[in-house]
């Protein structure tokens, strides 16, 4: 298979891109550093690198039409690139975070779908599978714009679904909760002894696990669709509702 992972520099999407490339998949690794691709690649025997932001509309066509011809018939789009940018209540988050989560949780993965799709529906293969989160599933208190960018995630690929109805084009959304990556040092601007913290003894998922289950889902017999795949660490559950009394 030819597979396009987003978001290839660290995390989940590294650690995708060298599932599928230990397995002799071809794999496009697209991210905006480039060093980090360019190490990437030396670790997988078929590997294109698409340095580029998401968000760049005229960078992202200019890098997908760049793709040497034996990378373009892409089989799977692993829609992985996301961030989350701060854990403030609402009233107090800076705007532009808002904007940069839903350009690039929302937009960007909107857009490369929209580029990608018609090429599998015409080939009548393929398989979209986006990263959503338990926080478009249950809100908590700084979740905010994070959540929702996950929640529309979840919608637009099972909207994706219904609309691919025959095309035999699969959609999967993967819906992680905690899992160690440099996700919680981006939400907290740099602060490692915040994101450290969050982390410290949780036991939480790891990106090889979330490769596991992008693997999984990517590699079942064509007659099988897995439509949303939510996992959590062990250690995570839930907990009561939060219920605030005025004081006397
Ligand atoms: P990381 O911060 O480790 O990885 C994020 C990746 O997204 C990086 O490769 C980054 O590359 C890329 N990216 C961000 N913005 C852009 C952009 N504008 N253009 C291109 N690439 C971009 O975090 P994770 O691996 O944890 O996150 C991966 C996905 O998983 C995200 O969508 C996240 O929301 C989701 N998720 C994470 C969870 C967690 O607890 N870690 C749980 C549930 C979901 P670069 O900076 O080089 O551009
Ligand atoms: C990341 C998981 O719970 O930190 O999507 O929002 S959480």
Redesign the pocket.
Known sequence: MIVLV?????????AIAKKFGANNHKVIA????KS?LESLAKEIPHCAILP????DKTALKEALDSLPDDFKKIDVLVN?????LGINPAQECDFSDWEQMI???IK?LSHITHLLLPQMVERKSGHIIT?????GRYPYPGGNV?GAT?AFVRQFALGLRADLAGSNVRVSDI????????????RFKGNSDKANALYKNSN??Q?QD?AEAVYWVATLPKHININTLEMMPTSQSFSALNVHRDSD
Do not use: H, M
């Open positions: 987003t978001g290839a520099s660290s995390g989940f999407g590294y697209l991210a905006r550093r980090r580029c932001d998401i968000c992985n690139a996301g961030l989350a350009n690039t949780n960007a990263i959503g989160s338990i926080a994070y996950k819906e992680p909760g905690l899992a160690e990556s440099e996700f919680s040092l981006v939480a998922l990106p979330i």
